[in-house]
């Protein structure tokens, strides 16, 4: 008996060394990536000339912004469409009081000389992402001495960034 158990207990003393012996690893990799794709938001504030006197010699001008977030190196165009007044174009826009119009035009500059429009490398004010929100300025203008009835005129103008 007690060789039996002496061979049982060699065998079990052999069998986990084999073990420890023959136990083996195996590794692999696998790749990890991602497109980055550029994107951009574009939020903007109303432009509000306030009261327009038609008899005044003096223009009425008033200023909003276009806040534009791009990713990071992405290059955009900032465009402002001709608005929604029956004929009206970026170099002229018409606010509309029923089927009354008053003209006023949109610019890039405080000298209100560049007109802002909507063909990209022409009328529309370039940039590059920061990833961070920029503010773009937009400076309005009513000329003076147009002869409109009284009443509260308006206009949409609409954004694009072309990215």
Partial sequence: MRSKMLVAMLAVSLLGRAGGIVAA??????????TVIGSCN???TNLAFGNYDTLSATPTDAA????????????????????????????TR?????????????????PRTTVWGNTVSTDTVAGVGTGSGVAYPVYGRIPAGQIVNTG????????TVNF
Avoid: H, P
């Fill in 25 to 34: 690893t195996a590794t692999t990799t696998f790749q990890v990536d991602a």
């Fill in 42 to 44: 574009v939020s903007a």
């Fill in 64 to 91: 909003s912004s276009v806040t534009v977030q791009c990713s990071l190196s992405t290059s955009f165009d900032i465009g402002l469409d001709a608005g929604v007044g029956s004929g009206a174009t970026v170099a």
């Fill in 94 to 110: 018409k606010m509309t009081q029923g089927t009354d119009t008053l003209n006023y035009s949109l610019y890039q500059d405080v």
């Fill in 152 to 159: 509260t005129y308006t206009d949409t103008v609409t954004v």
